[in-house]
């Protein structure tokens, strides 16, 4: 069974600093990896995704991503943050013929102060 | 596109009653999601179609809970009868293909059960 676990529920993080949020998975099979961006109040939209190839993902808002197999992790990662991405983030997982059943994690609340 | 459309946005039900959540997905999407969403479990995966069958189910929490697509443009999900633990956010997505395409979701239900 897969599983996904995001290893801080809570990142507060100022304007302008870098960030990273961690995303390890479990899976005796090979996988395909995203990460979820959820605004309040609205429901969830892609900012990346690992299917096969580069290990260095690039998603959208400037957001990145490095599969990395031998620790089983997909951590997100941003150099310079804005207040606009104060948001909750959730890493899933869903393996190959699953029919795209997603497993998110717990999802990682991302507050930026100015 | 107008994106998945859910309705309604917010419902408020005494225990006991039936509740139906409705869903729209994308045009041309032949895949479809239902997700809830809680403080205490998070992000679960109740029931997904293909092609307006029901393939995996096995996220539905009971009998209670049903759903069905009877076209490519139109699902529900129904709880009869509700409960207060029932209580969450339900999100319905849609994608193109499985495993490794984008799910598009809705902007959610909030269902509250008092």
């Known amino acids: 069974a897969q599983s996904v676990t995001q290893l801080d529920s809570q990142v507060p993080v100022f304007e302008e600093a870098p960030v990273e949020l961690r995303c390890n998975y479990s899976s005796s099979v090979s996988v395909y990896l995203f990460w979820y961006v959820q605004y309040p109040n609205q429901g969830l939209q892609l900012l990346l995704k690992?299917?096969?190839?580069?290990?260095l993902v690039k998603g959208i808002n400037g957001f990145e991503a490095e599969f990395n197999k031998s620790q089983t992790s997909f951590h997100l990662r941003k150099p310079s943050v804005h207040i606009s991405d104060t948001a909750e983030y959730f890493c899933a997982v869903t393996q190959y013929n699953q029919g795209g059943k997603l497993i998110f994690g717990q999802g990682t609340e991302l507050s930026v102060k100015p | 596109d107008a994106g998945v459309i859910q309705s309604p946005r917010h419902e408020v039900t005494e225990m006991g009653q039936e509740v139906t959540l409705r869903c729209k997905p994308i045009?041309?999407?032949?895949?479809l999601f239902w997700y809830r969403q809680t403080m205490m479990r998070g992000l679960e995966l109740l029931i997904y179609f293909n092609n307006n069958v029901p393939i995996d189910d096995s996220g539905m929490p009971e009998d209670r809970f049903s759903a069905k697509m009877p076209n490519a443009s139109f699902s529900t999900l129904k709880i009869q009868p509700s409960e207060p633990r029932d209580s969450a956010v339900y999100f319905c997505?849609?994608?193109?293909?499985?495993?490794?395409?984008?799910?598009?979701f809705g902007p959610g239900t909030r269902l509250t059960v008092l």
């Open positions: 045009s041309g999407h032949d895949y």
């Open positions: 997505a849609s994608s193109l293909a499985p495993g490794y395409n984008e799910q598009f």
């Open positions: 690992y299917l096969s190839g580069s290990t």
